[in-house]
Structures are given as C-alpha cells and as structure tokens.
C-alpha cells in the first residue's frame, strides 16, 4: 500500500478514489434533484425536505416529521413527472423520515 507523505484535499481524495468519486457524483445528483423540484414543494415545508441515496431509478427523500411526509406523499406524482420531463430516469421516490435524538 502506497502512503502519501503530504496532505490532500477532500476533493483530491475523492477523485482519487472510484468509489468516493461515485459517491461524489451521487450525492450531487440528488442535490439537483431537489432543487429542480423545490418550487413544487409548498414553502413551508421546503425545509423538512433533504435529498437523500439514489438507488438506480429510486430516489430517496428525507424529512423531518411524519406530517411532511403525509403532505409531500400527496404530490409523488408530480414530482416525479417533473423529474422525467427534465431528463432525470426517477421511477418512484421514496420517503424516509428522519428521528433526530
């Protein structure tokens, strides 16, 4: 195993690595999903909404509490046609919501 002697950035790391750089492209994938879809998730609920893992045409949406969840499962639909009509292959979008301790 080669040790490298001088520090590195995290991008250096990242594009170093396949996987890491895989991970990279994934999480900034989900990032511009979301932002493509923001405008069609109503304002107040914009910020219990976080982009989760994408898992081949399934993409994850994380949020704060079971009531943004509730709201945000009633417009899946449109979501994901909005996500299609901008190229991106989402055959559904699941929902996880997230217990903060």
Same mark, same amino acid.
């Not at 107040?44 to 079971?66: F, H, K, M, Y």
């Given at each position: 195993?080669?040790?490298?002697?001088?520090?590195?950035?995290?991008?250096?790391?990242?594009?170093?690595?396949?996987?890491?750089?895989?991970?990279?492209? !994934?999480?900034? $994938?989900?990032? %511009?999903?979301?932002?493509? &879809?923001?405008?069609?998730? @109503? +304002?107040?609920?914009?910020?219990?909404?976080?982009?989760?893992?994408?898992?081949?045409?399934?993409?994850? !949406?994380?949020? $704060?509490?079971? %009531?943004?969840?509730?709201? &945000?499962?009633?417009?899946? @639909? +449109?979501?994901?046609?909005?996500?299609?009509?901008?190229?991106?292959?989402?055959?559904?979008?699941?929902?996880?919501?997230?217990?903060?301790?």
């Amino acid at each position: 195993m080669h040790r490298r002697q001088h520090p590195v950035t995290l991008l250096q790391a990242t594009q170093d690595s396949p996987t890491l750089a895989r991970l990279t492209a !994934l999480s900034r $994938d989900s990032v %511009a999903r979301l932002k493509a &879809i923001e405008a069609l998730i @109503p +304002a107040s609920l914009r910020s219990s909404v976080t982009a989760g893992p994408i898992e081949g045409p399934q993409w994850c !949406l994380l949020l $704060d509490n079971n %009531a943004a969840a509730a709201k &945000i499962r009633q417009i899946l @639909p +449109a979501l994901e046609s909005h996500l299609r009509s901008k190229g991106w292959e989402v055959n559904s979008i699941r929902l996880k919501v997230q217990i903060t301790r």
